[in-house]
């Protein structure tokens, strides 16, 4: 088995920070989360070929299966992979590593996103930004409004600050590609079968607690940087966005997501939550930060900016840490 360093590992994310920021997802080869959801489909589909007539508790056993064959073959396949790559010469490792790494973040992806909704708002095309707020959110998109829309995009923005950069990296730390990419697909389990639905209520409910629990730090380390960078921008309140989360994250369903959501209400003076519609029944989601004003598209911007904070703060932590160490 190959081992890194911990100076080795800190260099390792900051060049897969910088890769994501310079590239963001690959379009070639396949993304390697969608090799993952390739895969947990495969295991759904024959873990459940037979499942009618089992009780709830078999129904959970096969969720469990699924959840430990999916993390397992995914750390055994990134080890696997970036062990032969070392094995090959050490730099070959390095870049494997660092490449397979940036695959599990995404900042300038969460950014594109929120930019593909942006442009057409502020350009008066609606129909174009409910179309790509479809493409990041499972509500109806059909009647939003622009100010429904510009919440849309910033409610994603701030809840995959959490999923798509700040825990991913902190479980690189623990162990490099493997241990990210496991995470990875942590998370991935969760947006496909993590629904409290009838469907998935007792298959998905292992996945849907595991990330729970996987997120639970790296969340509350999200909502203090997310403080952080609002003291960085004169027009938003650090004060505000702590008291937010002290105040409305605990509203949340999820025991994370409202952490990051209700740090950027709060920081940027607007409620986020609220009425969504799901398959035309509508459903009322907890309301989090005070609405000092209306949503605008522009807050979609702000909320860019505040991720793109955090990941330089990591950065320059990851950095300082390294300095420290030689």
Same mark, same amino acid.
């Given at each position: 088995?190959?081992? /890194?360093?911990?100076?080795?590992?800190? +260099?390792?994310?900051?060049?897969?920070?910088?890769?994501?920021?310079?590239?963001?997802?690959?379009?070639?080869?396949?993304?390697?989360?969608?090799?993952?959801?390739?895969?947990? !489909?495969?295991?759904?589909?024959?873990? $459940?070929?037979?499942?009618?007539?089992?009780?709830?508790?078999?129904?959970?056993?096969?969720?469990?299966?699924?959840?430990?064959?999916?993390?397992?073959?995914?750390?055994?396949?990134?080890?696997?992979?970036?062990?032969?790559?070392?094995?090959?010469?050490?730099?070959?490792? /390095?870049?494997?590593?660092?490449? @397979?790494?940036?695959?599990?973040?995404?900042?300038?992806?969460?950014?594109?996103?929120?930019?593909?909704?942006?442009?057409?708002?502020?350009?008066?095309?609606?129909?174009?930004? $409910?179309?790509?707020?479809?493409?990041?959110?499972?509500?109806?998109?059909?009647?939003?409004?622009?100010?429904?829309?510009?919440?849309?995009?910033?409610?994603?923005?701030?809840?995959?600050?959490?999923?798509?950069?700040?825990?991913?990296?902190? @479980?690189?730390?623990?162990?490099?590609?493997?241990?990210?990419?496991?995470? !990875?697909?942590?998370?991935?389990?969760?947006?496909?079968?993590?629904? $409290?639905? &009838?469907?998935?209520?007792?298959?998905?409910?292992?996945?849907?607690?595991?990330?729970?629990?996987?997120?639970?730090?790296?969340?509350?380390?999200?909502?203090?940087?997310?403080?952080?960078?609002?003291?960085?921008?004169?027009?938003?309140?650090?004060?505000?966005?702590?008291?937010?989360?002290?105040?409305?994250?605990?509203?949340?369903?999820?025991?994370?997501?409202?952490?990051? &959501?209700?740090?950027?209400?709060?920081? +940027?003076?607007?409620?986020?939550?609220?009425?969504?519609? /799901?398959?035309?029944?509508?459903?009322?989601?907890?309301?989090?930060?005070?609405? +000092? $004003? &209306?949503? &605008?598209?522009?807050?979609?911007?702000?909320?860019?900016?505040?991720? /793109?904070?955090?990941?330089?703060?990591?950065?320059?932590?990851?950095?300082?840490?390294?300095? @420290?160490?030689?």
């Amino acid at each position: 088995m190959i081992f /890194y360093s911990l100076h080795e590992i800190l +260099l390792l994310i900051a060049a897969a920070i910088a890769i994501d920021w310079i590239i963001g997802d690959p379009k070639w080869p396949t993304h390697p989360v969608i090799w993952i959801g390739r895969l947990i !489909r495969v295991l759904e589909r024959y873990l $459940r070929a037979n499942e009618e007539g089992r009780s709830a508790a078999q129904v959970k056993a096969t969720g469990i299966l699924l959840m430990a064959v999916t993390l397992v073959l995914s750390f055994g396949t990134m080890w696997a992979i970036t062990a032969a790559a070392a094995w090959i010469h050490p730099w070959v490792g /390095y870049i494997v590593s660092a490449w @397979f790494i940036s695959t599990t973040i995404a900042v300038k992806g969460l950014k594109d996103a929120a930019m593909l909704v942006y442009r057409p708002l502020i350009a008066d095309r609606l129909e174009d930004a $409910r179309k790509y707020v479809g493409y990041i959110v499972g509500r109806d998109t059909s009647q939003l409004t622009p100010s429904e829309a510009s919440r849309a995009a910033v409610e994603t923005v701030a809840e995959n600050t959490v999923d798509a950069f700040v825990s991913p990296i902190l @479980f690189a730390l623990i162990g490099a590609a493997p241990v990210a990419m496991m995470y !990875r697909a942590a998370n991935t389990l969760d947006s496909m079968v993590g629904y $409290r639905n &009838e469907h998935y209520v007792n298959f998905g409910w292992c996945s849907a607690r595991i990330d729970d629990v996987l997120n639970y730090i790296p969340a509350r380390l999200t909502g203090l940087m997310l403080t952080v960078a609002a003291l960085l921008h004169k027009r938003m309140s650090a004060a505000r966005a702590w008291s937010s989360i002290s105040k409305f994250a605990r509203r949340h369903p999820s025991p994370n997501s409202g952490i990051p &959501e209700s740090a950027v209400a709060g920081a +940027l003076g607007i409620e986020l939550g609220g009425l969504n519609y /799901y398959f035309g029944e509508p459903s009322e989601r907890a309301r989090m930060g005070w609405p +000092l $004003r &209306e949503l &605008e598209p522009y807050d979609i911007v702000r909320s860019v900016w505040l991720l /793109y904070v955090v990941s330089i703060l990591i950065m320059v932590g990851v950095l300082t840490i390294w300095l @420290f160490l030689l």
